[in-house]
């Protein structure tokens, strides 16, 4: 009778200790969050509906990011499509993404994407662009840094 006891009360143990460990869920990182040890890359690409050659050629786009004084943090353009590193040196605090429309001819399709330097976790932001739009500096991102962790809001 003692071993049936003992046995029981073993098996009683191991069931909570699974139902227990079922209900515990892994922790994860919310879905607009990226956390990232070196930081941030921000890509700016756009289509006209055309090749690439052709949409660099009709819209001119500049993406920067802006921190909470409205001080340019990081931007530079390639001959290609827009790019920015945002390293994880940068003071925690707000930051807006900015894009600037400097010259399109009818409208412009564009996808920013936003990727950890060394996670590569990606979140992408789509958006249309128009020709009313021209001289305009849209904000389309919010960045909030705490240490090595980024909130993307919207995304």
């Known amino acids: 009778m003692k071993k049936i006891v003992v046995t029981l009360s073993f098996v009683v143990v191991l069931s909570l200790m699974f139902i227990v460990g079922a209900c515990v869920e892994e922790q994860k990182e ?43 943090l990081s931007s530079y353009n390639t001959d290609e499509f827009e790019q920015v590193d945002f390293a994880n040196d940068f003071e925690d605090g707000v930051y807006i993404v900015k894009i600037s429309v400097h010259e ?7 996808t920013l994407k936003v990727s950890g330097a060394l996670s590569g976790r990606t979140h992408r932001k789509s958006g ?11 904000p389309v991102l919010e960045i909030v840094k705490k240490g090595r962790n980024f909130t993307l809001l919207g995304v």
């Open 30 to 72: 919310p879905y607009h969050s990226i956390s990232d040890a070196k930081g941030l890359r921000i890509d700016l690409e756009w289509t006209t509906g055309s090749n690439e050659a052709t949409s660099l050629k009709e819209t001119d786009l500049d993406l920067d990011v802006f921190n909470s004084d409205g001080e340019i």
């Open 128 to 138: 249309v662009l128009l020709v009313s739009q021209i001289q305009q500096t849209l």
């Open 104 to 110: 399109i001819s009818d409208q412009s399709d564009f």
